[in-house]
């Protein structure tokens, strides 16, 4: 039972889902990709795995370290069919990258619970969502997850507020520096950069369709018993919970105003559904019912990859 496998913690699971990625990404390359093969192609997919495949990691890593599930793998397992539900999210490049920074921010973020090297860990939140940002700006919208962070982690050292806006102006003047260095033109660089559309007639697939529906739902019932239970937790914990929500937010707020209108947007919504689903799976006391959800997951990928 798949849902027994993926009940505790162990490292063949991250072989399993890395694997499921690999398959997920060929399969979705091979029917995008129309340039012929060459070293350099090979080189930049590969790359662009290892983006894949650090971003499961990282979310593993942050998830485990701020005890946002219990100690089992469904959170890499989830990941890793949403991806394969929405196989078009591994094909913008800047938007797959742009989400590793994000998760890399929201790492730094979330430990801030611990209360130790608070400024260090603001400044690398703004850091790595600026760098986002530089990739896609609706990005921008998780600097609000910095905000969260000092008032639901009650940080009310005015130093402490003030770090993060280092962090933006750090990476400004870099990539201000590099243009001029390389001679850009400014006003060329950035047009289209702050472009939005509310036009969902791109989305207009089966597959897109069946996907969405499908993600939403889940997310949607999970998070119903994912905020009814956060009393139950830790008050300790409880900030780091309340900050995933938040992130699933804006990461629907970013899919309603994203210029890129073909899956590529849900990337960020993955991360934060997949610690919500996994909340979810563990307290569901029906196996039966645990092996459909997670069954379905795997019929739709498959039948979305053979569209």
Known sequence: MISSFFSKAKPIHLLVVSALLLVVFTIAKFSALSQPLSLELIFKQTFLFGVSLASLFVLDFFVSKNNLTKKNSYKILMFGLFVAVLPETL?????????????????????????????????????????????????????????????????????????PIMGILCISIIAA????????????????????????????????????????????????????????????????FIIVIISSLIALLIILVSPFKDGSEFIFLFAP????????????????????????????????LML
């Open 273 to 304: 559904l997949a610690i919500i689903m996994s909340n979810y799976l563990e307290i569901i006391p029906e196996r039966w019912f645990k092996e459909s959800l997670i069954m379905g997951l795997i019929v739709v990928s498959i039948v979305n």
């Open 177 to 240: 520096s590099y243009m001029i260095v390389m001679d850009n033109d400014f006003e060329a660089s950035l047009n289209g950069f702050f472009d939005f559309s509310f036009d969902f007639t791109p989305l207009n697939s089966k597959r897109i369709i069946i996907a969405a529906t499908l993600l939403l739902s889940y997310g949607a019932w999970a998070s119903f018993y994912y905020l009814r239970n956060l009393k139950y937790q830790l008050k300790s914990n409880r900030p780091s």
């Open 91 to 163: 094909l913008n490049s800047k938007l797959l990258l742009a989400n590793l920074f994000i998760l890399l921010a929201l790492r730094r973020l979330l430990s801030i619970r611990t209360r130790k090297e608070i400024k260090k860990k603001l400044f690398d939140g703004a850091f790595w969502i600026s760098i986002a940002t530089l990739l896609f700006f609706w990005a921008s919208l998780f600097y609000i997850l910095i905000l969260m962070a000092l008032l639901l982690f009650s940080i009310i050292d005015v130093k402490n507020w003030i770090i």
